[in-house]
């Protein structure tokens, strides 16, 4: 089984510098550099100028909420130098053009989507995560946007990522097992997924999920890659599983609150486009997993 390559918002072409952030001066220093730009994001959507990241003079900026560092550029790319400073930056400016993150994800150059998908779900965890989870106090910023910490107990909070198995299920006629789920649209398929619990591994996380969604049985997982995505937190691991031997391709069970059918395809019957079968967006690992099995490899 072959990797499944670059994948959208998985690669970082810049340098996050985690050492120097941890300075609690570090940021200002960022501020005052004239030669900063910065992310714009509003909630899960990002500024962009066509099919590139908006990258604005953080100086220009009047109406940022906050700034998170995010690392130095470490080309030339688009007018921007290699050493560039970087930051993302909350902001509501409606003379942007704003669109949600995951509908560009394909489009955008490796160092945008990697800018973005940092910028996205470094903002988001700050959201959330305001008051200390062990006392309630109200938590201060640290390691430049990167920390949280609470002064009374002394604890210290960094962003969380939820690891989420993502499975592609074939049996012994080489058919694709896909799944529509309740909040789709008529027509939608794709592959199963679901977060690891505590104390699972991650094969044990492939056999329990399409367990717990199809009523079926697999076997022999194995892992594919993996893609960040910040909605708000996961990071998507994709494998790729055989329908166990004592397994009955027709016996399947779909769990009827989150999946509501469940179908063999063949490649005949994804290609063809009359079918009215609705694929993953190509922003997703889930697009690049199918994509993988259709071309044969």
Do not use: K
């Not at 329908?243 to 779909?254: G, H, I, K, Y």
């Not at 490649?267 to 993988?292: C, F, K, M």
């Amino acid at each position: 089984m072959t990797a499944l390559g670059s994948l959208p918002l998985s690669e970082t072409a810049f340098d996050r510098n985690g050492i120097a952030r941890v300075d609690e001066r570090f940021l200002d220093s960022i501020r005052a550099d004239s030669r900063t730009l910065a992310v714009l994001v509003r909630g899960r959507d990002v500024a962009v100028d066509g099919e590139t990241l908006a990258l604005l003079p953080l100086s220009g900026l009047t109406d940022s909420q906050s700034v998170v560092y995010l690392g130095t550029t470490t080309g030339d790319e688009g007018g921007v130098p290699a050493g560039t400073p970087i930051v993302a930056a909350r902001a509501d400016d409606e003379q942007q053009a704003w669109v949600p993150l995951r509908d560009v994800a394909a489009v955008l150059s490796v160092r945008d989507a990697g800018l973005a998908a940092a910028a996205v779900a470094v903002m988001g965890w700050h959201e959330t995560s305001r008051f200390c989870p062990r006392c309630g106090t109200e938590t201060r910023v640290g390691h430049a946007g990167w920390m949280r910490w609470c002064e009374p107990c002394q604890a210290e909070h960094f962003p969380r990522t939820d690891p989420a198995v993502i499975v592609r299920v074939t049996d012994a006629d080489n058919r694709i097992l896909l799944g529509s789920n309740a909040a789709w649209e008529t027509g939608r398929y794709s592959l199963f997924a679901g977060f690891v619990e505590a104390g699972e591994s991650l094969e044990a996380a492939v056999v329990r999920e399409v367990y717990e969604e199809a009523g079926v049985r697999v076997a022999d997982p194995r892992y594919l890659g993996s893609q960040p995505w910040p909605f708000p937190r996961s990071l998507m691991l994709g494998f790729a599983a055989q329908l166990d031997a004592e397994q009955a391709a027709s016996d399947t069970t779909p769990d009827g609150d989150e999946i509501l059918e469940v179908r063999w395809f063949t490649r005949d019957e994804l290609r063809d486009p009359s079918s009215g079968v609705l694929l993953p967006g190509r922003s997703s690992i889930a697009h690049a997993i199918i994509e993988q099995w259709l071309v044969g490899e």
